[in-house]
Protein backbone atom coordinates (compact mmCIF):
# COMPACT_ATOMS: atom_id res chain seq x y z
CA UNK A 1 0.00 0.00 0.00
CA UNK A 2 2.74 2.27 1.00
CA UNK A 3 4.56 1.36 -2.32
CA UNK A 4 1.55 2.19 -4.58
CA UNK A 5 1.01 5.76 -3.03
CA UNK A 6 4.50 6.10 -4.00
CA UNK A 7 3.91 5.27 -7.22
CA UNK A 8 1.12 7.68 -7.75
CA UNK A 9 3.28 10.55 -6.07
CA UNK A 10 6.12 9.97 -8.51
CA UNK A 11 3.78 9.95 -11.73
CA UNK A 12 2.82 13.50 -9.99
CA UNK A 13 5.82 14.42 -9.89
CA UNK A 14 6.03 13.08 -13.61
CA UNK A 15 3.21 15.15 -14.85
CA UNK A 16 5.16 18.27 -13.80
CA UNK A 17 2.82 21.93 -13.77
CA UNK A 18 3.35 22.09 -10.01
CA UNK A 19 2.77 25.55 -9.68
CA UNK A 20 -0.70 24.98 -11.69
CA UNK A 21 -0.95 22.19 -9.43
CA UNK A 22 -0.11 24.14 -6.01
CA UNK A 23 -2.64 26.60 -7.08
CA UNK A 24 -5.47 23.75 -7.64
CA UNK A 25 -4.90 22.71 -3.75
CA UNK A 26 -5.24 26.39 -2.46
CA UNK A 27 -8.50 26.49 -4.08
CA UNK A 28 -9.67 23.71 -3.24
CA UNK A 29 -11.76 23.99 -0.24
CA UNK A 30 -12.55 20.40 0.05
CA UNK A 31 -9.45 19.30 -0.22
CA UNK A 32 -8.09 22.14 2.29
CA UNK A 33 -10.59 20.64 4.86
CA UNK A 34 -9.56 16.64 4.20
CA UNK A 35 -5.92 17.90 4.61
CA UNK A 36 -6.72 19.59 8.34
CA UNK A 37 -7.75 16.30 9.24
CA UNK A 38 -4.48 15.20 9.35
CA UNK A 39 -3.17 18.05 10.37
CA UNK A 40 -5.28 18.02 13.34
CA UNK A 41 -3.29 14.64 14.37
CA UNK A 42 0.22 16.84 13.95
CA UNK A 43 -1.38 19.11 16.25
CA UNK A 44 -1.86 16.21 18.70
CA UNK A 45 1.57 15.94 19.47
CA UNK A 46 2.00 18.84 20.97
CA UNK A 47 0.46 17.99 24.32
CA UNK A 48 2.08 14.17 23.53
CA UNK A 49 4.14 12.33 26.00
CA UNK A 50 4.45 9.19 24.31
CA UNK A 51 6.32 10.81 20.92
CA UNK A 52 6.87 6.78 19.66
CA UNK A 53 3.16 5.79 19.14
CA UNK A 54 2.22 9.54 18.50
CA UNK A 55 4.94 8.71 15.48
CA UNK A 56 4.01 5.85 14.50
CA UNK A 57 0.25 7.29 14.41
CA UNK A 58 1.40 9.81 12.13
CA UNK A 59 3.18 7.84 9.95
CA UNK A 60 0.16 5.51 9.66
CA UNK A 61 -2.21 7.89 9.03
CA UNK A 62 -0.31 9.89 5.99
CA UNK A 63 -2.69 8.62 3.67
CA UNK A 64 -5.41 11.05 4.94
CA UNK A 65 -2.88 14.06 3.64
CA UNK A 66 -1.50 12.71 0.79
CA UNK A 67 -4.33 11.10 -1.00
CA UNK A 68 -6.72 14.51 -1.25
CA UNK A 69 -3.88 16.60 -2.21
CA UNK A 70 -2.30 14.25 -5.11
CA UNK A 71 -6.09 13.85 -6.50
CA UNK A 72 -7.28 17.09 -6.39
CA UNK A 73 -4.00 18.29 -7.69
CA UNK A 74 -3.28 15.61 -10.67
CA UNK A 75 -4.10 15.78 -14.17
CA UNK A 76 -7.75 14.78 -15.14
CA UNK A 77 -8.45 10.95 -16.12
CA UNK A 78 -10.77 10.21 -18.77
CA UNK A 79 -13.71 8.30 -18.42
CA UNK A 80 -12.32 5.31 -19.46
CA UNK A 81 -9.44 5.27 -17.10
CA UNK A 82 -11.86 6.03 -14.42
CA UNK A 83 -13.41 2.52 -14.93
CA UNK A 84 -10.25 0.58 -16.02
CA UNK A 85 -9.57 1.67 -11.93
CA UNK A 86 -12.66 0.85 -11.02
CA UNK A 87 -12.68 -2.63 -12.42
CA UNK A 88 -9.41 -3.11 -11.49
CA UNK A 89 -10.27 -2.91 -7.65
CA UNK A 90 -13.32 -5.16 -8.15
CA UNK A 91 -11.27 -7.39 -9.93
CA UNK A 92 -8.58 -7.89 -7.14
CA UNK A 93 -10.82 -8.02 -4.33
CA UNK A 94 -12.70 -10.60 -6.43
CA UNK A 95 -9.74 -12.80 -6.80
CA UNK A 96 -8.94 -12.67 -2.88
CA UNK A 97 -12.79 -13.90 -2.37
CA UNK A 98 -11.45 -16.66 -4.54
CA UNK A 99 -8.47 -17.29 -2.63
CA UNK A 100 -10.71 -17.90 0.12
CA UNK A 101 -13.04 -20.02 -1.07
CA UNK A 102 -9.85 -21.98 -1.72
CA UNK A 103 -8.76 -21.54 2.25
CA UNK A 104 -12.04 -23.10 2.71
CA UNK A 105 -12.29 -26.09 0.56
CA UNK A 106 -8.49 -26.91 1.89
CA UNK A 107 -9.39 -26.41 5.82
CA UNK A 108 -7.03 -24.57 6.15
CA UNK A 109 -7.95 -22.76 9.40
CA UNK A 110 -10.53 -23.37 12.07
CA UNK A 111 -12.04 -20.02 12.73
CA UNK A 112 -13.22 -17.85 9.86
CA UNK A 113 -12.18 -14.61 10.71
CA UNK A 114 -8.82 -16.11 8.66
CA UNK A 115 -10.27 -16.35 5.69
CA UNK A 116 -9.14 -13.00 4.50
CA UNK A 117 -5.46 -13.89 3.77
CA UNK A 118 -4.47 -10.21 3.24
CA UNK A 119 -6.24 -7.34 5.64
CA UNK A 120 -8.71 -7.67 8.02
CA UNK A 121 -11.36 -9.83 7.40
CA UNK A 122 -13.73 -6.30 8.48
CA UNK A 123 -11.55 -4.55 5.75
CA UNK A 124 -12.28 -6.79 3.23
CA UNK A 125 -16.01 -6.95 4.00
CA UNK A 126 -16.25 -2.98 3.67
CA UNK A 127 -13.96 -3.68 0.32
CA UNK A 128 -16.16 -6.18 -1.08
CA UNK A 129 -19.67 -4.51 -0.18
CA UNK A 130 -18.12 -1.36 -2.03
CA UNK A 131 -17.55 -3.34 -4.93
CA UNK A 132 -21.16 -5.02 -4.84
CA UNK A 133 -22.72 -1.73 -5.33
CA UNK A 134 -20.03 0.02 -7.58
CA UNK A 135 -21.58 -3.27 -9.88
CA UNK A 136 -24.91 -2.44 -9.38
CA UNK A 137 -24.64 0.91 -10.48
CA UNK A 138 -22.73 0.40 -13.75
CA UNK A 139 -25.73 -2.42 -14.58
CA UNK A 140 -28.67 0.70 -14.08
CA UNK A 141 -26.27 3.05 -15.07
CA UNK A 142 -26.14 1.77 -18.48
CA UNK A 143 -27.97 0.30 -21.53
CA UNK A 144 -29.12 -3.24 -20.93
CA UNK A 145 -26.85 -5.97 -22.93
CA UNK A 146 -25.92 -9.56 -22.43
CA UNK A 147 -23.00 -8.77 -20.17
CA UNK A 148 -25.09 -6.93 -17.47
CA UNK A 149 -26.54 -10.39 -16.67
CA UNK A 150 -22.68 -11.66 -16.11
CA UNK A 151 -21.82 -8.33 -13.93
CA UNK A 152 -25.06 -8.83 -11.42
CA UNK A 153 -23.98 -12.53 -10.98
CA UNK A 154 -20.67 -11.43 -10.41
CA UNK A 155 -21.89 -9.14 -8.03
CA UNK A 156 -24.51 -11.83 -6.30
CA UNK A 157 -21.20 -13.99 -6.05
CA UNK A 158 -19.44 -11.52 -3.47
CA UNK A 159 -23.05 -11.01 -1.52
CA UNK A 160 -22.66 -14.72 -1.38
CA UNK A 161 -18.71 -14.38 0.16
CA UNK A 162 -19.79 -11.90 2.61
CA UNK A 163 -22.42 -14.34 4.44
CA UNK A 164 -19.62 -16.88 3.80
CA UNK A 165 -17.09 -15.06 5.60
CA UNK A 166 -19.76 -14.35 8.28
CA UNK A 167 -19.42 -10.63 8.16
CA UNK A 168 -22.31 -9.54 10.00
CA UNK A 169 -20.99 -6.00 9.45
CA UNK A 170 -20.40 -6.36 5.93
CA UNK A 171 -24.52 -7.81 5.63
CA UNK A 172 -25.52 -5.16 7.98
CA UNK A 173 -24.19 -2.30 5.60
CA UNK A 174 -25.24 -3.67 2.76
CA UNK A 175 -29.26 -3.84 4.05
CA UNK A 176 -28.74 0.04 4.83
CA UNK A 177 -27.36 0.94 1.84
CA UNK A 178 -30.47 -1.20 0.13
CA UNK A 179 -32.73 0.74 2.37
CA UNK A 180 -31.56 4.05 1.54
CA UNK A 181 -31.90 3.50 -2.04
CA UNK A 182 -35.20 1.83 -1.75
CA UNK A 183 -36.77 5.12 -0.07
CA UNK A 184 -34.63 7.53 -2.35
CA UNK A 185 -36.03 6.01 -5.52
CA UNK A 186 -39.35 5.17 -4.01
CA UNK A 187 -39.53 9.44 -3.32
CA UNK A 188 -37.80 10.16 -6.95
CA UNK A 189 -40.33 7.69 -8.28
CA UNK A 190 -43.93 9.68 -6.38
CA UNK A 191 -41.93 12.93 -7.32
CA UNK A 192 -42.03 12.53 -10.94
CA UNK A 193 -45.67 11.29 -10.72
CA UNK A 194 -44.77 7.83 -11.18
CA UNK A 195 -46.77 6.93 -7.62
CA UNK A 196 -47.53 3.73 -8.78
CA UNK A 197 -43.73 2.59 -9.15
CA UNK A 198 -42.99 4.85 -5.77
CA UNK A 199 -45.71 2.55 -4.03
CA UNK A 200 -44.45 -0.66 -4.97
CA UNK A 201 -41.07 0.01 -4.45
CA UNK A 202 -41.89 1.34 -0.71
CA UNK A 203 -43.94 -2.11 -0.44
CA UNK A 204 -40.56 -3.96 -1.57
CA UNK A 205 -39.14 -2.34 1.20
CA UNK A 206 -41.53 -3.02 3.88
CA UNK A 207 -41.73 -6.46 2.71
CA UNK A 208 -38.01 -6.89 2.95
CA UNK A 209 -38.26 -5.07 7.04
CA UNK A 210 -40.71 -8.08 7.71
CA UNK A 211 -39.21 -10.45 6.55
CA UNK A 212 -35.90 -9.50 8.35
CA UNK A 213 -37.95 -9.09 11.57
CA UNK A 214 -39.61 -12.22 11.39
CA UNK A 215 -36.49 -14.50 10.88
CA UNK A 216 -34.78 -12.84 13.76
CA UNK A 217 -37.82 -13.06 15.67
CA UNK A 218 -38.55 -17.05 14.61
CA UNK A 219 -34.35 -17.10 15.11
CA UNK A 220 -34.49 -15.68 18.70
CA UNK A 221 -37.30 -18.16 19.80
CA UNK A 222 -35.33 -21.34 17.98
CA UNK A 223 -32.33 -21.36 19.76
CA UNK A 224 -32.87 -19.13 22.96
CA UNK A 225 -36.27 -20.25 23.92
CA UNK A 226 -37.11 -19.66 27.25
CA UNK A 227 -35.43 -21.81 29.68
CA UNK A 228 -37.55 -24.25 31.50
CA UNK A 229 -37.66 -23.62 35.03
CA UNK A 230 -34.10 -25.46 37.21
CA UNK A 231 -35.32 -28.47 38.54
CA UNK A 232 -32.46 -30.86 39.74
CA UNK A 233 -33.70 -34.04 40.02
CA UNK A 234 -30.87 -36.05 40.59
CA UNK A 235 -28.48 -35.31 42.92
CA UNK A 236 -25.89 -37.92 41.50
CA UNK A 237 -24.74 -39.56 38.65
CA UNK A 238 -25.90 -43.34 37.59
CA UNK A 239 -21.89 -43.52 38.46
CA UNK A 240 -22.52 -42.44 42.05
CA UNK A 241 -20.57 -39.15 41.36
CA UNK A 242 -22.45 -36.09 42.97
CA UNK A 243 -23.14 -33.50 40.51
CA UNK A 244 -21.79 -30.10 40.55
CA UNK A 245 -24.87 -27.74 40.46
CA UNK A 246 -23.94 -24.08 39.90
CA UNK A 247 -27.51 -22.99 38.37
CA UNK A 248 -25.19 -20.43 35.65
CA UNK A 249 -28.02 -18.61 33.93
CA UNK A 250 -26.59 -19.24 30.61
CA UNK A 251 -28.34 -21.34 28.30
CA UNK A 252 -28.10 -23.09 25.11
CA UNK A 253 -30.94 -24.25 23.28
CA UNK A 254 -33.06 -23.19 26.34
CA UNK A 255 -31.26 -25.91 28.40
CA UNK A 256 -29.41 -24.44 31.30
CA UNK A 257 -25.57 -24.70 30.59
CA UNK A 258 -24.86 -25.30 34.81
CA UNK A 259 -26.55 -28.52 35.56
CA UNK A 260 -25.94 -32.06 36.08
CA UNK A 261 -21.96 -31.86 35.87
CA UNK A 262 -19.27 -34.18 37.14
CA UNK A 263 -16.03 -32.79 35.72
CA UNK A 264 -14.03 -35.74 37.04
CA UNK A 265 -16.34 -38.07 34.50
CA UNK A 266 -16.01 -35.51 31.79
CA UNK A 267 -12.70 -35.52 31.98
CA UNK A 268 -12.27 -39.50 32.33
CA UNK A 269 -14.16 -40.12 29.34
CA UNK A 270 -13.09 -37.01 27.29
CA UNK A 271 -9.51 -38.22 26.96
CA UNK A 272 -10.41 -41.46 26.33
CA UNK A 273 -12.56 -40.16 22.78
CA UNK A 274 -10.57 -36.95 22.22
CA UNK A 275 -7.36 -35.93 20.58
CA UNK A 276 -7.17 -32.69 22.80
CA UNK A 277 -6.68 -32.60 26.52
CA UNK A 278 -9.58 -31.98 28.76
CA UNK A 279 -7.69 -29.26 30.52
CA UNK A 280 -6.52 -27.70 27.15
CA UNK A 281 -7.12 -25.31 25.03
CA UNK A 282 -9.72 -25.95 21.86
CA UNK A 283 -8.69 -24.68 18.37
CA UNK A 284 -10.32 -21.26 18.68
CA UNK A 285 -8.22 -20.60 21.95
CA UNK A 286 -11.08 -21.24 24.55
CA UNK A 287 -10.69 -23.93 27.16
CA UNK A 288 -12.15 -26.99 25.73
CA UNK A 289 -14.02 -28.43 29.00
CA UNK A 290 -15.96 -25.40 28.72
CA UNK A 291 -16.61 -25.42 24.82
CA UNK A 292 -17.52 -29.61 25.72
CA UNK A 293 -20.04 -28.41 28.53
CA UNK A 294 -22.02 -25.77 26.44
CA UNK A 295 -22.18 -28.33 23.50
CA UNK A 296 -23.63 -30.94 25.92
CA UNK A 297 -26.04 -28.73 27.13
CA UNK A 298 -26.87 -27.71 23.43
CA UNK A 299 -28.12 -31.42 23.10
CA UNK A 300 -29.41 -31.72 25.99
CA UNK A 301 -27.09 -34.35 27.84
CA UNK A 302 -25.94 -34.80 31.10
CA UNK A 303 -22.31 -33.38 31.58
CA UNK A 304 -20.73 -36.96 32.86
CA UNK A 305 -19.33 -39.63 31.34
CA UNK A 306 -23.03 -40.83 30.26
CA UNK A 307 -22.81 -37.49 28.21
CA UNK A 308 -19.86 -37.79 26.68
CA UNK A 309 -19.88 -41.10 25.62
CA UNK A 310 -22.75 -40.63 23.57
CA UNK A 311 -20.90 -38.02 21.00
CA UNK A 312 -20.17 -38.67 17.73
CA UNK A 313 -16.86 -38.21 15.79
CA UNK A 314 -18.35 -35.02 14.29
CA UNK A 315 -19.54 -34.10 17.50
CA UNK A 316 -15.55 -34.20 18.61
CA UNK A 317 -14.39 -32.83 15.65
CA UNK A 318 -16.61 -29.99 16.56
CA UNK A 319 -15.85 -29.42 20.55
CA UNK A 320 -12.29 -29.56 19.44
CA UNK A 321 -12.33 -26.74 16.40
CA UNK A 322 -13.95 -24.46 19.58
CA UNK A 323 -17.89 -25.20 18.27
CA UNK A 324 -20.26 -25.04 21.46
CA UNK A 325 -23.64 -25.50 19.69
CA UNK A 326 -24.47 -28.78 18.08
CA UNK A 327 -26.44 -26.87 15.19
CA UNK A 328 -23.30 -25.03 14.38
CA UNK A 329 -20.71 -27.64 12.76
CA UNK A 330 -20.17 -25.93 9.52
CA UNK A 331 -16.70 -24.09 8.40
CA UNK A 332 -18.88 -21.44 7.54
CA UNK A 333 -22.36 -20.30 9.25
CA UNK A 334 -23.91 -17.38 8.98
CA UNK A 335 -26.44 -18.26 11.36
CA UNK A 336 -23.75 -19.70 14.27
CA UNK A 337 -22.56 -15.54 13.83
CA UNK A 338 -25.82 -14.75 14.47
CA UNK A 339 -25.76 -17.40 17.03
CA UNK A 340 -23.09 -16.38 18.64
CA UNK A 341 -23.51 -12.54 18.73
CA UNK A 342 -26.46 -13.43 20.40
CA UNK A 343 -25.53 -15.71 23.25
CA UNK A 344 -22.63 -13.02 24.01
CA UNK A 345 -25.40 -10.33 24.46
CA UNK A 346 -27.68 -12.36 26.77
CA UNK A 347 -24.77 -13.56 28.44
CA UNK A 348 -23.51 -9.81 29.05
CA UNK A 349 -26.91 -9.62 30.40
CA UNK A 350 -26.63 -12.47 33.15
CA UNK A 351 -22.75 -10.59 34.01
CA UNK A 352 -21.00 -13.59 31.83
CA UNK A 353 -17.11 -13.19 31.43
CA UNK A 354 -16.74 -10.73 28.03
CA UNK A 355 -13.04 -11.59 27.42
CA UNK A 356 -12.42 -13.64 23.52
CA UNK A 357 -15.89 -11.41 23.12
CA UNK A 358 -16.09 -9.59 20.17
CA UNK A 359 -19.16 -7.97 20.14
CA UNK A 360 -19.49 -7.79 24.66
CA UNK A 361 -15.65 -6.90 24.36
CA UNK A 362 -16.78 -3.70 22.37
CA UNK A 363 -19.13 -2.76 25.45
CA UNK A 364 -15.86 -2.43 27.60
CA UNK A 365 -14.08 -0.58 25.13
CA UNK A 366 -16.84 2.17 25.06
CA UNK A 367 -17.18 2.81 28.61
CA UNK A 368 -13.33 2.92 29.17
CA UNK A 369 -13.26 5.41 25.89
CA UNK A 370 -16.20 7.36 27.56
CA UNK A 371 -14.13 7.69 31.01
CA UNK A 372 -11.53 8.69 29.21
CA UNK A 373 -13.79 11.69 27.28
CA UNK A 374 -15.30 12.74 30.58
CA UNK A 375 -11.51 13.75 31.90
CA UNK A 376 -10.52 15.29 28.43
CA UNK A 377 -14.14 16.62 27.51
CA UNK A 378 -12.45 19.53 25.20
CA UNK A 379 -9.12 18.34 23.25
CA UNK A 380 -8.32 14.56 24.06
CA UNK A 381 -5.32 13.35 25.64
CA UNK A 382 -3.41 14.23 22.08
CA UNK A 383 -2.20 11.50 19.46
CA UNK A 384 0.58 9.71 21.34
CA UNK A 385 -1.16 8.99 24.53
CA UNK A 386 -4.32 7.24 23.50
CA UNK A 387 -2.55 3.55 24.16
CA UNK A 388 -1.45 4.61 27.68
CA UNK A 389 -4.77 6.27 28.64
CA UNK A 390 -6.61 2.96 28.03
CA UNK A 391 -4.31 0.96 29.81
CA UNK A 392 -4.59 3.13 32.45
CA UNK A 393 -8.38 3.73 32.28
CA UNK A 394 -8.95 -0.08 32.34
CA UNK A 395 -7.25 -0.71 35.53
CA UNK A 396 -8.91 2.43 37.16
CA UNK A 397 -12.27 0.83 36.49
CA UNK A 398 -10.87 -2.77 37.46
CA UNK A 399 -12.08 -4.22 34.08
CA UNK A 400 -12.77 -7.66 34.02
CA UNK A 401 -10.93 -7.73 30.22
CA UNK A 402 -7.47 -9.36 30.79
CA UNK A 403 -4.43 -7.78 29.26
CA UNK A 404 -4.48 -8.79 25.66
CA UNK A 405 -8.07 -8.23 25.36
CA UNK A 406 -7.34 -4.43 26.48
CA UNK A 407 -7.87 -3.08 23.30
CA UNK A 408 -8.68 0.50 22.30
CA UNK A 409 -12.44 1.80 21.54
CA UNK A 410 -12.99 -0.02 17.98
CA UNK A 411 -15.24 3.20 17.53
CA UNK A 412 -13.68 5.76 15.49
CA UNK A 413 -15.70 8.98 16.62
CA UNK A 414 -15.15 7.88 20.41
CA UNK A 415 -10.98 7.26 19.31
CA UNK A 416 -11.02 10.56 17.63
CA UNK A 417 -12.65 12.16 21.13
CA UNK A 418 -10.05 10.68 23.24
CA UNK A 419 -7.08 12.01 21.09
CA UNK A 420 -8.83 15.26 20.47
CA UNK A 421 -11.93 15.31 22.31
CA UNK A 422 -15.24 17.56 21.00
CA UNK A 423 -12.99 19.74 19.15
CA UNK A 424 -11.31 16.56 17.31
CA UNK A 425 -15.35 15.15 16.59
CA UNK A 426 -16.23 18.19 15.24
CA UNK A 427 -13.33 18.40 13.46
CA UNK A 428 -14.09 14.95 11.99
CA UNK A 429 -17.48 15.28 11.27
CA UNK A 430 -16.73 18.56 8.94
CA UNK A 431 -14.34 16.71 6.99
CA UNK A 432 -16.97 13.74 6.54
CA UNK A 433 -19.40 15.95 5.55
CA UNK A 434 -18.51 19.64 3.80
CA UNK A 435 -15.75 17.96 0.89
CA UNK A 436 -19.44 15.86 -0.23
CA UNK A 437 -21.13 19.76 -0.06
CA UNK A 438 -18.16 21.49 -1.41
CA UNK A 439 -17.91 18.87 -4.27
CA UNK A 440 -21.87 18.73 -4.82
CA UNK A 441 -21.53 15.09 -4.74
CA UNK A 442 -24.57 14.80 -2.13
CA UNK A 443 -26.45 12.92 -5.34
CA UNK A 444 -23.18 10.96 -6.78
CA UNK A 445 -24.50 7.40 -6.27
CA UNK A 446 -20.58 5.94 -5.77
CA UNK A 447 -20.03 8.67 -3.52
CA UNK A 448 -22.78 8.26 -1.27
CA UNK A 449 -22.43 4.10 -1.55
CA UNK A 450 -19.03 4.79 -0.06
CA UNK A 451 -20.06 7.54 2.16
CA UNK A 452 -22.23 5.32 4.12
CA UNK A 453 -20.25 2.54 3.96
CA UNK A 454 -17.56 4.43 6.18
CA UNK A 455 -19.76 6.43 8.37
CA UNK A 456 -21.24 3.25 9.41
CA UNK A 457 -18.46 0.67 9.85
CA UNK A 458 -16.91 3.92 11.87
CA UNK A 459 -19.53 2.67 14.62
CA UNK A 460 -18.15 -0.87 15.69
CA UNK A 461 -14.96 -0.17 14.41
CA UNK A 462 -11.50 2.16 14.15
CA UNK A 463 -11.82 2.64 10.84
CA UNK A 464 -8.88 4.42 10.41
CA UNK A 465 -5.93 2.83 13.22
CA UNK A 466 -5.25 0.69 10.50
CA UNK A 467 -3.08 1.04 7.12
CA UNK A 468 -5.58 -0.71 5.69
CA UNK A 469 -8.94 1.13 6.57
CA UNK A 470 -7.14 4.50 6.42
CA UNK A 471 -5.97 3.38 3.10
CA UNK A 472 -8.79 2.53 1.81
CA UNK A 473 -11.12 5.79 3.37
CA UNK A 474 -8.74 7.98 2.01
CA UNK A 475 -8.31 6.75 -1.58
CA UNK A 476 -11.59 6.08 -2.17
CA UNK A 477 -13.09 9.46 -0.25
CA UNK A 478 -10.61 11.31 -2.62
CA UNK A 479 -10.96 9.60 -6.01
CA UNK A 480 -15.00 9.98 -5.64
CA UNK A 481 -14.55 13.34 -5.04
CA UNK A 482 -11.95 14.40 -6.95
CA UNK A 483 -11.58 12.55 -9.78
CA UNK A 484 -14.66 9.89 -10.51
Known sequence: MSLSQLIIGLNWLAEGDLAIKWKRFTTNKAALVLCSFYVMHLLGLIYTTDFTYGMEDIRKKVPLLIMPFLFCTSNPINEKGKRIILFCFIGTVTVVTFIGLYLVYKHAFIDIHKISPFVSPIRLALMIVLSVFLLFGYVFSTSWKPSSLLVLAWSLWLMIYLVIMESLTGVVITCIIAAVLLIYYAIKQIKNGKRLHG?????????????????????????????????????????????DNYLSQNVENGHFVGTYISWGEMRSEWNKKGHIGFDSLDKKGNELKFTLVRYLTSKDLRKDSSGVSQLTAEDIRAIEGGIPNYNFTATSSMEFRLYQAIWEIEDYRRGGNINGHSITQRFEFWRAAVGIVKQHILIGVGTGNVKKAFAEQYDKMHSQLIDKFRLRSHNQYLEIMVGFGLVGLLWMLVSLIYPAIAMKKLYSYAYIIFWIIVVFSMCSEDTLEEQAGVTFYAFFNSFFLFVF
Open 199 to 243: SLIIGLFVAGFISISAYLNHFHHKYFPEPEKVSVQDKVSVNGHVY
